[in-house]
């Protein structure tokens, strides 16, 4: 398989399940990307991963935590989510250098009920 | 602060016509990059086409060409003979010109959704 896969691509969980994200990337990339995209509103970036380490943690609550066990994989790890929480989340992955696009998952589109 | 500007939430296309998706960006650093991508409702996206700040000619991909106009600070993409599978989300992004290091963060438009009709 190549590119960016993530799964699940449907989630529906309750406000007190605990769930993760996956993202594996086949690209050889050194730089992984969580993102939200709410209906109506612009992507919001939230976390950065460079060389497996976080570099940005975009203000984001701590019911999301996201973990980078190595440089081909990335997790969302989710807790006691609101409903506004629903939304697609995107994984990418890029490569150093200001010229190179980042690739993006399918995304998993995500339901708290 | 950064930010990408899509005036256009919806647009009609005749298939076989092109259709040019408008965008503009606001930043004050000199260098600075420009991305194009699809969203079908699949969900995921696809990169399109790159334009550079220095880059002295418009980026073109197959039937995919960006209108870059620097002192206008817009970046229109034009999709020439528009096919029934072009319709989608279109994102405009730009690369935060103020982060560093090895990762390319992107300020995202809020999308247009093109819909190419036969």
């Known amino acids: 398989e190549t590119g960016v896969t993530q799964t699940p691509r449907h989630l529906v969980m309750g406000m007190t399940n605990k769930k993760s994200l996956k993202c594996e990337q086949h690209?050889?990339?050194?730089?992984m990307y969580w993102y939200k995209q709410s209906a109506k509103k612009p992507l919001e970036l939230m976390f950065v991963?460079?060389?497996?380490?976080?570099?940005e943690n975009n203000s984001v609550p701590s019911r999301f935590s996201p973990e980078c066990p190595n440089s081909s994989h990335l997790f969302l790890h989710l807790h006691t989510l609101q409903p506004e929480d629903s939304a697609l989340y995107l994984c990418?992955?890029?490569?150093?250098?200001?010229?190179?696009?980042?690739?993006f998952g399918q995304g998993t589109r995500l339901t708290v009920v | 602060a950064q930010k990408i500007t899509q005036t256009q939430p919806g647009m009609f296309v005749q298939e076989k016509e092109a259709v040019t998706l408008d965008c503009t960006y606001d930043?004050?650093?000199?260098?600075?990059?420009l991305f194009w991508y699809k969203q079908p409702s699949s969900g995921e996206m696809i990169f399109l086409i790159y334009?550079?700040?220095?880059?002295?000619q418009n980026a073109t991909e197959g039937r995919y060409s960006l209108n870059f106009q620097k002192a206008r600070k817009s970046a229109n993409l034009v999709i020439s003979a528009s096919q029934l599978g072009d319709s989608a989300m279109y994102f405009c992004?730009?690369?935060?010109?103020?982060?560093?290091?090895?990762?390319?963060?992107?300020?995202f438009g809020t999308g247009t959704l093109l819909a190419v009709q036969p």
């Open positions: 990418a992955s890029s490569q150093a250098g200001k010229g190179t696009e980042a690739f």
């Open positions: 690209l050889g990339h050194n730089a």
């Open positions: 991963y460079s060389l497996e380490e976080r570099v």
């Open positions: 930043t004050s650093d000199p260098s600075y990059g």
């Open positions: 334009q550079g700040s220095y880059d002295q």
């Open positions: 992004a730009m690369r935060d010109p103020n982060y560093g290091g090895a990762t390319n963060k992107l300020i």
